[in-house]
C-alpha cells in the first residue's frame, strides 16, 4: 500500500514481508562472519554493519553468498539501475546517524552521482523503542520523518539529505539498507563487480 509519493520523495510499505523471513534475516545477519563495527565513515555513529558492492550482473553471486537477502534484493532492486550498495545496519543505544545524502560508491568513483533510490527494510525493532527515526530533508525542508517498526519497507529519492535519530532505548534496531544506482559505463568500470566491506579479520 502506497502511503506517501512523489512529492515527499519516499514511499512507505508496511508488512512487506513475514515475520517469519525477518526472523530468519535477524538470525543470519547477526551470526554473519562480516558482521562487527561499521565499516561506513563517520556519520555512522555506534552502529554494526558490512557492506556488498556489486554489479547487477553479479546478483545471482549475492543470492549465493546471502540466501536470506534474496527476498529483499528481488522485491527492492530497479531494473533501471546497474550497480549497487547493500548493507545490513544495526543501531542499539545511543546510536545515530548524521545528516547526509548517499554516495557511498565515491570510493570508487570520485565524482558520482547519488543513487536514484535507497530501500530500507526494517528487520528488527525494539519494543517502545524511543528515537531512531529517519528523518528526510531535501534542501533543509523536512519531507518526513520515519518511525520504524518491523517488516516496514522504505523506499526514498536517493538526492534526499537523511539521518537518524540517537536510539534513546535499549534494544537493537536492525534494518537492510541498498543504495541503487544508475551509472554510465565508463563509471560501471571503475565499480568492482562484487566486492565485500567489512572490519572483520576474516574474509
Known amino acids: 500500500m502506497l502511503l506517501s509519493g512523489r512529492l515527499s520523495g519516499h514511499r512507505r510499505h508496511p508488512d512487506a514481508f513475514a515475520p517469519s523471513y525477518l526472523a530468519d534475516v535477524r538470525l543470519q545477519v547477526r551470526k554473519n562472519r562480516y558482521f562487527t563495527t561499521n565499516n561506513l565513515n563517520r556519520d555512522f555513529v555506534g552502529t554494526r554493519g558490512f557492506s556488498v558492492v556489486f554489479h547487477?550482473?553479479?546478483?545471482?553471486r549475492v543470492r549465493l553468498e546471502f540466501p536470506w537477502a534474496a527476498p529483499y534484493?528481488?522485491?527492492?532492486?530497479?531494473?533501471?539501475?546497474?550497480?549497487?550498495?547493500f548493507n545490513p545496519l544495526q543501531l542499539q543505544k545511543g546510536s545515530h546517524v548524521a545528516?547526509?545524502?548517499?554516495r557511498s560508491l565515491r570510493s570508487y568513483v570520485l565524482d558520482i552521482h547519488p543513487p536514484l533510490q535507497v530501500s530500507v527494510l526494517y528487520v528488527d525493532v525494539p519494543a517502545g523503542m524511543r528515537g531512531g527515526e529517519l528523518v528526510l530533508r531535501r534542501?533543509?525542508?523536512?519531507?518526513?520523518?520515519v518511525a520504524p517498526e518491523a517488516g516496514l519497507l522504505v523506499e526514498f529519492d536517493g538526492d534526499l539529505e537523511h539521518s537518524v535519530e540517537r536510539v534513546?532505548?535499549?534494544?537493537?534496531r536492525l534494518s537492510l539498507?541498498?543504495?541503487q544506482y544508475a551509472l554510465e559505463a565508463d563509471e560501471l568500470e571503475q565499480v568492482p563487480e562484487y566486492r565485500i566491506e567489512s572490519r572483520a579479520r576474516a574474509y
Open 56 to 60: 547487477r550482473s553479479s546478483l545471482e
Open 73 to 85: 534484493l528481488d522485491r527492492a532492486l530497479r531494473p533501471d539501475c546497474n550497480a549497487f550498495y
Open 99 to 102: 545528516p547526509h545524502i548517499d
Open 139 to 145: 534542501n533543509k525542508k523536512l519531507l518526513g520523518r
Open 168 to 172: 534513546d532505548t535499549d534494544g537493537l
Open 177 to 179: 539498507v541498498c543504495e
